[in-house]
């Protein structure tokens, strides 16, 4: 049983963002300080990668662990309430993830996911960034 009114939770869930999140803004500061530059957002790229390096022909995905089923991560839970809703449309998400990464590998394009939950300490993202991204020249 949900505790807020059902306008309410529409409002809440309308607020959620899918761009300039926090552990988006985190990975895109560590980018830039490792000296790696970007493009934001392409809509000419299936899934419009959140970052984009266009030199290193690379596309990365910041994900949320909870939208984006993180295997293993505390953080991707399932719902309590309204289970079948919630079940189907992480698995509609998960599904699309796959299909977006299909399509820019088929492209040419080197696809790198961050987890949300990774977000959290700067070394581990520089470290994500290094071996991904730079492939030694950094």
């Known amino acids: 049983m949900d505790t807020v009114s059902v306008e309410k939770r529409s409002?809440?869930?309308?607020?959620?963002?899918?761009?300039?999140?926090?552990?988006?803004?985190?990975?895109?500061?560590?980018?830039?300080?490792?000296?790696l530059r970007f493009r934001l957002h392409r809509r000419d790229l299936p899934g419009a990668p959140d970052l984009v390096f266009p030199r290193r022909k690379t596309a990365l995905f910041v994900n949320g662990c909870y939208w984006h089923r993180h295997s293993g991560c505390k953080y991707a839970y399932t719902p309590k309430s309204n289970v079948e809703f919630w079940l189907n449309k992480l698995q509609t998400n998960v599904a699309r993830d796959i299909r977006t990464r299909q399509e820019l590998e088929d492209r040419g394009w080197n696809v790198v996911v961050i987890w949300e939950c990774q977000t959290r300490e700067e070394k581990t993202i520089a470290d994500i960034l290094t071996r991904e991204v730079c492939n030694a020249a950094c």
């Open 11 to 35: 409002a809440m869930m309308r607020n959620i963002r899918s761009r300039n999140t926090r552990p988006e803004l985190a990975v895109r500061r560590t980018a830039h300080r490792l000296g």
